[in-house]
């Protein structure tokens, strides 16, 4: 047993270490985070290994700095990669619903977007122009011209031939036919015909049967002689518009001489030239054409037909001065693997090529893209097709829901673009271990962790990193400085926070909190550097605006509705300690445990056990105090005994084995009929050979029991009892170490539980002597006293109840005999 000193409750970080006066003296502090090697190596390792599957999962608790490290880190690795291409989406002139994606160097993708705007905007003007020139018109009069004279001359030769034989050929609407004249050469109307002798009609008939085979003849020909000007007049079309477009493609030929460029401006080209007539009219008549629509409010956007021809540009790296880096805070699927677009027409949705819209992988390819785990799972599909694309290399723009559609609908289905990125995940430890031991392709993926620390070494090493990281802090936020005592204050809270006098915390978002208020309470005390006082108040304003629950269960317990005794002596009864956490604020909870003996055979009863209340922790605890008390009790002969033990007045779940310690002093109590002093309180686990283990939340716990003893009173007499193992993890508020320095309170540590009898019963455990008894006037000595009173008691109990069954048992057979 140790009286812990008030130098051992609360580690002081001395100012003299700092060779400055404030933090404004102290140059900006670089480094990722503060004591994080290990993390550090693992990222640099992933970063630098180029293999499939080495993609990253950086955890650590939040506040630790994972996502500035990685930030900073892969800011400046990002200067050493080369940038990567441009990405675009060009018409697909064989298959239209399935777009092309294209790659240029870095830059060029713009170039040859805008010059295939320039090229179209061009021949939107050039090719109306020169097929209303005085030349073209010229040419294709000429071509018509000769199709004419020969169908005139085809028809002339034939209708002088006709007319011989009493035929003549006229034209109507269906085209060419023969009709029989009178001598004077006016036509032969049907009346007149029908007049005619039959011989007569029968010659006619035979002429003209011979006329309509060679009219027959002469239509073949014209018809060949029309295909064949139609031919002519689409082959001049070609020549003459190929003359304006040739050389404009050319020109973008020369300056993207690639293979998959050029077979696109050959296909272009050859479209452009089967579709003449879209760009033989103005802007004019396409206003005019637009008005003749159905539904003229509804027009398409003028030149909608040349879209075809654009280029839509997904990714530009041209103005990236390194290779790129995303940091995706909104990672849904179409955030991530880009969408397809669509706008209403007619009340049809419609789309195209250029309505493709890139995701973060897209933007993020040939360098690094990093994703909040935890908000990645939140999104449907978002995960898996994540790992698909990292598993095939490949990024894919796809209508997720067209599986889950009743009837599927055509859409553009664009090529996918070839992946090389580096996937960083950032999450806590749970969402870590939870995929990796549920998810088997997550295993093959994210080969790589780095585990960011919560707690680092309390050296002096460190320490200065801390007053280097508030240095910075300040210049980056404009806070006020820090001078030596404020900095050593930071520590200590650090300390405090890690739960480790030894230790810092490295969730330096907590601590970037603190510099932010003591700034604010600086400022307005009109101080022009900031000093302890200042931190103080801070911590203190922050604690009070989070205890308001805290306080509702100290006001129950100072006005009795809460029994806690801290005076006085009880038998059976201990005050524990308990901590409830809240989530922004952990408070202790002073308890009433007591237990009950008597006669019985039921053993020890956890009576939270036997209603549901009692976690797997706890019950395992008691078992242990039962197993311990037989051990130590049981040597020679066997414990019959019933008690139970409870928590008074707990109406939730209890968990935890913190109170192990603190059960088995009340049921030694109870069993011994010795009284426990009230104004002392145990917190403590146990194992099964009677050693104190340490417990956590040992600051909240003391400092909640402290707090109601210094309500009700401090007399010298209050103090706690805690395991010897937890001496390192004490680091209590100012109002605790004040009270012990003064004599009014106190802390011991103890290693084996039989260290805390005297304290709270006055009497000591006492040892074992050689004929396995214990002296005399000890608390070993009246447990064992009592428990051999119980057992000779049930004995006795036992034997009476035995000669009573057999004195009925004789009753019975002699009733028998005389019947």
């Known amino acids: ?134 030349e073209y018109v010229r040419q294709k009069n000429n071509i018509l011209a000769d199709l004419q004279k020969i169908q005139k001359e085809q028809l002339e030769a034939l209708d002088n031939e006709a007319k011989v034989k009493g035929f003549t050929i006229k034209r109507a609407s269906g085209g060419f036919f023969l009709s029989p004249i009178k001598k ?142 995303v940091f995706e805070t909104n990672p849904n699927y179409y955030n991530l693997f880009g969408r397809i677009e669509h706008k209403v027409h007619y009340g049809m949705a419609v789309t195209d090529f250029t309505m493709i819209k890139p995701g973060s992988l897209h933007k993020a390819n040939g360098g690094y893209l990093v994703i909040d785990v935890l908000d990645l799972l939140k999104n449907i599909f978002a995960y898996d097709t994540l790992k698909k694309a990292i598993k095939n290399d490949e990024i894919k723009i796809e209508d997720v829901w067209e599986q889950y559609r009743l009837a599927t609908s055509t859409t553009l289905r664009p090529e996918p673009i070839p992946l090389k990125v580096k996937v960083i995940l950032i999450g806590t430890p749970e969402l870590y271990y939870a995929l990796y031991n549920l998810d088997d392709e997550y295993k093959e993926l994210f080969k790589v962790k780095a585990d960011f620390a919560s707690k680092i070494d309390r050296s002096e090493e460190n320490v200065l990193k801390y007053a280097s990281f508030i240095a910075t802090k300040c210049k980056e936020t404009g806070l006020l400085p820090f001078d030596t005592s404020a900095v050593a204050k930071i520590v200590e809270y650090g300390s405090r926070v890690a739960e480790h006098q030894d230790k810092l915390t490295t969730m330096l978002g907590f601590i970037s909190d603190v510099l932010r208020e003591s700034d604010h309470w600086a400022k307005k005390d009109n101080k022009t550097v900031i000093d302890s006082e200042s931190v103080e108040r801070a911590l203190t304003e922050k604690l009070y605006r989070h205890r308001k629950i805290e306080e509702l269960m100290q006001e129950m317990t100072k ?94 779940i209890i968990e935890g084995d913190s109170a192990t310690c603190a059960e088995f002093y009340a049921l030694i109590s109870s069993i011994a009929n010795v009284p426990i002093r009230q104004c002392m309180a145990v917190t403590g686990s146990m194992d099964q050979n009677g050693r104190v283990q340490p417990v956590g939340g040992l600051n909240e716990k003391i400092e909640g029991f402290f707090d109601l003893c210094a309500y009700r009173g401090l007399n010298g007499s209050h103090g706690v009892i805690i395991p010897r193992l937890n001496e390192k993890h004490i680091m209590l508020k100012r109002e605790v170490t004040e009270a012990v320095e003064k004599g009014l309170f106190f802390v011991y540590s103890i290693d084996f539980i039989d260290e805390g009898f005297e304290l709270l019963t006055g009497l000591k455990a006492g040892d074992q002597l050689e004929d396995g008894t214990y002296p005399e006037g000890t608390i070993n000595y009246l447990v064992e006293k009592r428990l051999t009173e119980i057992r000779t008691a049930m004995k006795k109990e036992g034997e009476k109840n035995s000669n009573g069954k057999g004195a009925d048992n004789k009753l019975n057979n002699n009733e028998g005999e005389t019947k």
């Open 1 to 134: 047993m140790v009286l812990l000193s008030p130098q051992a409750l609360y580690k002081r970080c001395e100012s003299s270490i700092f060779k400055f006066k404030t933090t404004a003296e102290l140059p900006d502090y670089y480094e990722s985070a503060i004591g994080q090697e290990r993390a550090l190596k693992s990222i640099e390792f992933g970063i630098d290994v180029d293999s499939k599957g080495f993609n990253l999962f950086v955890l650590g608790e939040r506040g630790t700095g994972k996502t500035s490290t990685i930030r900073n880190i892969i800011k400046e690795k990002c200067k050493d990669i080369p940038i990567p291409d441009d990405w675009c989406y060009v018409y697909n002139f064989k298959y239209p619903d399935v777009p092309m994606a294209m790659s240029f160097a870095p830059g060029k993708a713009l170039i040859f977007q805008q010059d295939m705007e320039e090229l179209l905007k061009t021949l939107r003007v050039e090719i109306p122009k020169v097929f209303d020139s005085r």
């Open 184 to 325: 004077n050469g006016e036509p032969l109307t049907e009346v007149e015909f029908a007049e005619l002798h039959e011989t007569e009609k029968l010659r006619l008939e035979q002429i003209g049967r011979g006329l309509q085979e060679k009219l027959n003849d002469v239509m073949r020909v014209l018809r060949e002689n029309e295909k064949d000007s139609k031919n002519k007049l689409k082959k001049f079309d070609r020549e003459t518009a190929l003359s304006v477009i040739a050389p404009l493609i050319n020109d973008i030929l020369e300056k993207h001489n690639k293979e998959e460029v050029n077979n696109y401006l050959e296909e272009a080209r050859e479209d452009m030239l089967n579709n003449l007539d879209e760009f033989r009219v103005n802007d004019e008549q396409d206003e005019q054409r637009q008005q003749a629509m159905f539904f003229p409010t509804e027009r398409l956007p003028k030149g909608t037909y040349f879209n075809k021809y654009y280029v839509n540009i997904i990714v530009n790296n041209g103005d990236l001065g390194c290779a790129p880096w």
């Open 559 to 652: 006005e009795g509705t809460v029994i806690v005794d801290t005076s006085g002596e009880v038998i059976g009864q201990i005050n524990g300690l308990a901590v409830l956490d809240m989530g922004d604020h952990s408070f202790g909870k002073p308890s009433r445990i007591t237990s009950r003996t008597y006669m019985g055979k039921a053993g020890v009863v956890n009576i939270e056990r036997e209603i549901k209340m009692s976690g797997k922790i706890h019950e395992k605890a008691v078992l242990t105090i039962s197993h311990y008390l037989g051990s130590k009790y049981a040597i020679k002969n066997s414990i019959t005994l019933s008690a139970s033990i409870t928590f008074e007045q707990l109406y939730g």
